[in-house]
């Protein structure tokens, strides 16, 4: 039994070997394998982790940047909605002033496009032609409700100037873009299209994103499509944006789709695709990013045979080989060492991610504290300043930590604190239309403010962003406007009233006129250039002896005034010729009116418009057979007067004779008995020869004054220039000879010049200065002036003394011949003097008068006719030494003493 145990121990022992090695080698290989296996799918899920990284680093990316080009592209439409005064050369200097090249690297252009009505395209082509653009033009071209042109476009290239002019909402990927951001009033995005700046032969894939700008309101709530004045919009090259945003990578390939259709159709970035071939591949990952309004897709997988074997492969050779333990646990290392890798790669993506965010965040506080518009962002809950940029810290004067300690209901007076709440309640989340307000400075000094604003979050708060635009000068001129208006429009309502009443008045003086000329005594008539009768008066119509129907049926000279002899046909034919061309006419001529011949003053007057053009003729006819009547016993009259007048000088001379003669021959006679007799008479004998003799001259020089007068009357007027002063001068040293003896002072203003006939004007200051020099003899000084003075716009001659002057209850007489206001003994006369002196300034067109005081002087004033030096054409003066006298004149002089 002891030697039974000793055998079978040795060989259980041996036997159970193998089988512990194998199943030792079973279990070790089985252990490796799952341990190989494990670290195979780590790998493989560490690879998935990058890919998955780089899904949503690139969606991060595109969508952090896109918002930004966004926000940015908001700000711009802002810009235009506040700037009234928004042209090429300003919007051409705010875009370089964002440095597209160096901030926004992947915008092509920034643009804006205008919303147009028909009636708007033609001043909007004139004016971008006058502003250097003479090429410009509308395009596509057609009719359209409405139209959106591109009329500014930076940076402008030899690409860029080729957009100007299309209109973007014929495009119908362009024109879906533009209604969303109408209907949402934030930036949208377009589809897939083709970039229209292409002028070269490669064309690449584009989009673009428009912002709205709204026309500003005061109101809260606004209909967007009725204040929509055009679009900001930017144009991106999808390949170039993307590989900007993205960077290179080698070992992943990555996808860009528009939309959720993942085929070539809606490839925006990525290899190409055959048509109808759709990326979804086992492995690749995709990630949804919002651009603008609009879905991407982004689809990021392994580039073929860029990926790392997985140690999966090595199985078949650690079950094969199980010796192989130590290549085993070599792979097994080196999966961890892999595994470890990629998430250390992993790692710095995200940091990259973090350092690429942290750098689009400075670049977009760089562009929010550049701005040169007022920019706060504000808490929607608290109302609190979050952030503020440096346009706003120069505007308003507060400091940047003033700004964030106060609420922005702070900015607005008090009573407009309860409107705000109200408003910022009404906006909520949404967008906020353009809308005025007034802010108070630091200072103290009120501001209006157009104000635009939209939704964000804001370190993790809900915000909203704010750009404010002092608009105080343009409220200003808006109020002043709007004043000036108002006064426009009352003037305008004056105006209207008054035009009103004119035309009330019009119609009245119309009226009057159109009674007036039917009750003028004259024929009147309005003739048309070709002889229609266009208009009579009631006197032509009954003239005529015709119905006033009838009678504007007739030809003007076709009437019977004319037709009844053709020798005043032939006249008035010739005469209407004569007015046709301009010319008027006027004569007298025999017509036959109310059905018999009768003579009448006929005229025809041309009346012209504004252009001088012929309008009508004006015939007139005025019957003067009465007056031809009276100018014919009027020139029987002159002629009987005539010969009226000769015989009437005849007899005056005659007279002279014949009472000249006797008187001679009795004043002789009694001169001679004086001398031959006189000491036979007594003394009483004596003084009776003296007065007999005395009356005789007496007689003799009323027989002369009667000649004088009637030469006044009869004689031709003559007209020249006379020197008043210097014939009154001569007169006067006549005068002061004849009376040699006294003391006599005369003062005569020089250079009085008047038109008249110097010979009756010298015999009428002969006899003004002969009284002045007569009844001034009681005087010891005796003063005696001529002058003129200006009454009245006429010239006033005065001749002043201070001698005895008369009683004005009686100068009615003083102009009457042989009126005498003074006893002969104390001074000699025969009162024709004044007489003719009035009968003498009545022939020149003037008149006298006479002021006086008795015993205190008298004055005499007379007018003559105004002297018009300018029409004399430098004729020669006419002065006293110039002009002949006659016998009679001197005569007068000689005897000016005894004139009164």
Partial sequence: MEQTSARSAPI?????????????????????????RAAGEAGEAGERLRVRA??????????????????ELEAVAAWFATN?????????????????????????????SRRLRPADLEAVVSARRAEGHPAFRIWPEGEREAYDPILYVEPLNRRTESTLGFDMSTDPARRAAMERAVQTGRAAASGKLRVIQEVDAEEQTGFLIYAPVFQQSVSGAVDAASTLTGFVHTTFRVDQLLGEILGPDGTLELFVFDGATLDGTALLHGPALEPGVKVQPPGALSARVDVAGRPWTVIVRPRAGAALPTEARFLPWVVVGGTMISLVLFGLSRAQVRAQSTAQGVLDDLRASEEHLRESEGRYRFLFDGNPQPLWVYDTDTYEFLTVNAAATATYGYSREEFLRMRILDLHPAKDTTALKARLAELGHGLGPPSEWRHRRRDGRVIDVAMVSHPLAYQGRSARIVSATDITARKRAEDELRQAQQVLEQRVQERTQALEQ????????????????DHMSTLNAKVAPDGRLLLVNRVAQAASGLPLETLLQTGFLDGQWFRFDPAVHARVTEAFKRAVGGEATNYDEQLQIFGAPAYVNFSLTPVFDDQRRLGYILAEARDVSAQKRAEHALHESSARLEVANRELEAFSSSVSHDLRTPLTSIDGFGSALLVDCGHLLNDQGRLYLDRIRAATQRMGYLIDDLLALSR???GDLSREVVDLSALATVIADQLEQTHAGRTIETRITPGLLTMGDARLLR?????????????????????????ATQANGETVYVVRDNGAGFDMRYAGKLFGPFQRLHNSRDFRGTGIGLATVQRIIERHGGRIWAIAEVDRGATFSFTLPTLDVAALGGGALTSAGLVGVSSATTNEVNRAERIE
């Fill in 84 to 112: 009234e005064r928004a042209d090429g050369a300003r919007f051409r200097a705010y875009v370089e002033r964002l440095n597209l090249q160096d901030q926004y690297r992947g915008i092509q252009t920034i643009g804006f």
């Fill in 763 to 787: 015999i009428a200051l002969e006899n003004l200065l002969g009284n002045a020099f007569k009844f001034t003899s009681p005087r010891e000084h005796a003063l005696i002036e001529f002058e």
């Fill in 502 to 517: 004119s035309r009330r008045e019009l119609a009245e003086s119309q009226r009057e006129l159109r009674d007036y000329v």
């Fill in 54 to 71: 780089e899904v949503q680093r690139a969606a991060d990316q595109i969508s952090h940047r896109l918002k930004t080009y966004s926000g």
């Fill in 12 to 36: 259980g022992m041996f036997g159970a070997a193998p089988w512990l090695v194998l199943a030792l080698g079973l279990s070790a290989t089985t252990a490796a394998a799952l341990y190989i």
């Fill in 712 to 714: 006044v009357s009869r």
